[in-house]
């Protein structure tokens, strides 16, 4: 068992500092590698320490943020456990903001909730409100054994005897009815989601499945307060604390003091992804696709007209990547920018680098081959496709439909000069179709312009292109993260607002929207059955038989569903087709039935 | 009013209400809050105030900060060898060259072949390697020289870390010096920052000059990295400091930080000097334990002049992980809140970020870039700087 990769404090010498080298072993080196963070499930993580071990971080399925602090070590036996207060803080727009107490509602909706979020080890009135539960990690003083544990009632139960209410603009607002639930938390769903994750991570590191697993339960708790502050708990059995431990390395001991073995303690947690992800282990051997990891690099488009700002945009790309361990490899896919030598290839790229942190390459030959033979040889991590110069960008899309098994589309990003957008429009047409290609418009230099000017821009870019969202950038500083997810889209790409349909050459965009739900089958037959003429589909819908939205990407014949990154939340039920001469009415109806 | 009360949601009802950055008066309605059922030990922010003496300046000398030439060739291998938790002496880099290609080497097999030649033939070692390893002309390395100045006056000198290929680490020791200093026991010792090749591989180089020189290393060292002591004819005393605070000499400490790093590397010793008037400055390999942790260590467990964060130099790796708020993902947001006021950053810091420190107008001290360092924006090759 690989417990030195993780922690190597001696446990009987140093237990309290052993504990917690162990949380941050196992939180760092699984973030270390990009492909298996995301497939454990990790979307973020934030070193929240300061003298005891904390962490803040996002997990998949969740949009809130969960905090993990070091509380205290406690000895047992020859077990030493270090316990850590688990917290959970929702996003303000989430439904569980309805089910926390109203006073950590309120919080929620402060100004100052992210960044107090981001370091919640040191304010109080944070591990108060949001503690869900206790989460314990634990290491034997025998040898090489490991356990991590989770324990929280299954809702977090507090009535207010008096009701809550509050005055808004001279009104009474009754948020809470007398005798109704202040707090209705479920926390244990909650809780046991981050530890889905920890104890998938420790699989991983420790490159074996956990030995043992205890589900237990006692009975918890519910709570009832009056307007004079007096407090009631009650013991119910109906609400019962619960217990899971996952122990590596030894067989399971008896319940701790006062737990009862729940029934059907095994039948529950027979299909989770700690007890295979030790698999990923051996990176080197195992088939990465069958295990979910996407190893195709993400593909992303980037065209702007001259002096838009294209090459400061891609220096910054490039640093961040490089500053998380990512490679990237820009094509450019015209001869002649570079004064190429052609005796000199025997592929269908030339490199030549741009900066320290990528390879650039022209394109001289087939994109796909030039694509096998750069992925082959460099194995990057996101590959940027520049079109230079007066390349129109929507002939290229269409290329890109050859390639989609090797690589993962993302989207075209256009960056435009927004002080001198006018004029390019005016002298060509491509410029305009850069815009129409695009899935987000970054208006750059969006400093050189006033607030009407900025607006008046924004119309004339809307107009060309009613989907993208529109973000102003200054010298094409923008955290990439914002703008390309992992997954194939991002909230940011889907745009807001859609316009109605667009007549421009032929070229158009329409918008489907649905009522209900859709049939998984129906969905896929109607994408299956696409008319060649829509060479993009995008958009989020929900599926019948899914609770999770799921996001469509669909270029020229191909298709991917992925869940939505912001789960129930996300806005739902349109798709939106890019394509020549479409036909609202026809494409509608390929959705109408099975 | 109604006598049916208007009953809304939550999220509905915060909408309506100017929360600002205090929730105004909502908050201080006396709404019930409570704790949870176990008492907790809140720490809140303790500092532990060690006093780590007191030094009147340091002068920085950058040896080289150049650990390779081409990040393309390097992550290429990287990736070709199978990823980020591969073992970095699998790779067949130099110096550990079986001839067998990428992702098939071995410390021991590497190691056969040039042990005998350690640590005066370098030339010869050099050669076998270069036919061996996979990229061997990629290979740079990173070290510094650090000169402290006692209150006294007295002038002392230690060397962070020992570069990567003996023949470019080799060629930056003598351009600056470092080889005679070595020799004539100037440089009093070795602190090695982390078990990573750019920074350790090159130890021969050191040992020629000075074979028995004190060597510190932070814990955490895999059996290879401790092995390689020995095989690389090593006569001095060995100092692995635990993770943690490390005094020095008054002024000068280390601090360990016990955390896993990319290539199955773990442990990283970044250097704490604290400058009289001036006040805290940090000198770091790679800050592979990220600078929120970096900072906050400092002002947990050290007391420094003015109460200051004074100055910073190397290499700021700031932020290995991906953050969960993109937002907040900026370096160069994150490097203003400490507020240092003498920035030398090269290596892994990355030009362009260097240049928006720049561009922001941080106090960003530029270099010359000489030497294969490859912009002014990094404190480069040759380069000097000094605090106090």
Partial sequence: MNLNDLCKSDVASEPVMAVQELLRGLVVRTNLVPGVRHVLGWRGVKDASHGAEAWTMRIDGRRGVYGLVFDV???????????????????????????????????????????EVRDFAVHEHLLDLFNIGTLELALHTGGQAVSVRLESVTRQQ??????????????????????????????WAVSLDLLRVLAASLSFNLQRPPTALTSAEQPGWVRAYDRDGGMREDETPDNPQRQLSLVYGLDAGPPAAGWQLREDGDGEFADEAWWSAHRIGDFKAVDKHALGIDERPQLIVVTGFL?????????????????????????????????????????????????????????????????????????????????????????????????????????????????????????????????????VVLLNKADLLDDTELGAVQEVIAGINGVAPIVPTIRGDINPALLYGEETATPAMIGAEHGPDHRHDHFHTCKLTFDEPLPAARLERALDHMPAAVFRVKGVVRLAERSQPQVVQY?????????????????????VCIGRDLDQGELAQLFDRD | MAEQNKQVSRRDFLKGAAMGAAGGSLLA??????????????????????????????????ISETSWFENAVLMGDIKGAGGLLVNQYDYNWPPFGNGEGL???????????????????????????????????????????????????????????????????????????IDQMLANGEIEAL???????????????????????????????????????????????????????????????????????????????????????????????????????????????????????????????????????????????????????????????????????????????????????KDQAYLGNGDTIAFG
């Fill in chain 1, 307 to 439: 002096g838009s700002g294209k090459t400061t945009f891609l220096q910054n790309f490039i640093d961040h990547m490089n500053r998380n361990n990512r490679f990237v490899a820009v094509i450019q896919n015209e001869v002649g920018e570079v004064g190429l030598d052609g005796g000199l290839l025997d592929h269908d790229y030339a490199v030549t680098e741009i900066d320290e942190g990528c390879i650039c390459c022209t394109l001289v030959g087939n994109v796909k081959a030039a694509l096998g033979q750069i992925m082959g040889e460099f194995h990057p991590d996101y590959i940027v496709l520049e079109t230079t110069g007066l390349a129109n960008p929507l002939n290229l899309l269409d290329e890109l439909a050859e390639v989609a098994e090797m690589v993962r589309f993302d989207s075209v990003t256009t960056l435009v000069d927004g002080a001198n957008l006018a004029a390019s429009l005016t002298h060509t047409t491509v410029a305009r179709d850069q815009i129409r290609a695009a899935d």
């Fill in chain 1, 555 to 575: 270029v020229a014949g191909r298709y991917e569903l992925s869940e939505h990154p912001n789960g129930e939340d996300a806005e739902a039920d349109y798709l």
């Fill in chain 2, 29 to 62: 309605m006396g709404l019930y809050s409570y704790s949870p059922q176990r008492k907790r030990h809140f720490a809140g922010i303790e500092r532990k105030m060690a006093d780590i003496g007191v030094c009147k300046s340091i002068k920085v000398t950058n």
């Fill in chain 2, 191 to 373: 602190f090695i920052s982390h078990e990573h090749f750019d920074h350790y591989w090159g130890l021969p180089v050191t040992l020629k000059y000075a074979p028995d020189i004190p060597l510190y290393i932070p814990k955490g060292f895999y059996e290879e990295g401790l092995q390689y002591i020995k095989d690389c004819g090593h006569t001095g005393e060995v100092t692995v400091v635990e993770p943690g605070l490390n005094k020095v000499i008054p002024g000068f400490a280390t601090y360990v930080f016990d955390i896993p790093i990319i290539c199955r590397v773990y442990g990283e010793q970044s250097m704490y000097f604290n400058v009289k008037d001036k006040g805290l400055v940090s000198v770091t390999g790679c800050c592979h334990q990220g600078i929120i942790r970096f900072a906050e260590t400092a002002y947990a467990e050290i007391q420094y002049e003015n109460d200051n964060l004074h100055g910073i130099y190397g290499g700021l790796h700031i932020s290995p992980f991906d953050d969960w708020d993109p937002k907040y993902d900026d370096l160069v947001i994150s490097l203003k809140d400490y507020g240092f006021e003498r920035i030398g950053c090269n290596h892994c810091t990355g030009i362009f970020c260097a240049k928006k420190f720049i561009a922001a107008g941080y106090p960003v001290v530029k270099g010359s870039a000489r030497f294969r360092s």
């Fill in chain 1, 158 to 187: 507090v009535t207010a005897t008096h009701g809550v209410t509050l005055e808004q603009d001279g009104q009474a607002l009754t948020l809470v009815p007398p005798g109704g639930l202040d707090q209705d938390f479920p926390a």
């Fill in chain 2, 103 to 177: 992702g098939k080497g071995s410390y021991e097999a590497g190691m056969a072949k040039i042990k005998h030649l350690l640590p005066d033939r370098l030339d010869e070692a050099w050669e076998i390697i270069h036919a061996n390893s996979v990229n061997p002309d990629n290979a740079g390395g990173y070290a510094a020289l650090i000169e402290l100045e006692e209150l006294d006056g007295t002038k002392r000198k230690f060397l962070l870390d020992t570069g990567w290929s003996y023949k470019w680490t080799e060629e930056c020791f003598k351009r600056e010096g």
């Fill in chain 1, 73 to 115: 070590m406690v000895e047992d036996g020859p077990w030493r456990r270090g316990l850590f207060n688990l917290c959970y803080f929702p996003h303000p727009e989430e439904e569980l903001v309805e089910q926390v107490c109203v006073e950590a509602s309120l919080v929620t909706a402060r100004s100052g909730y992210v960044a």
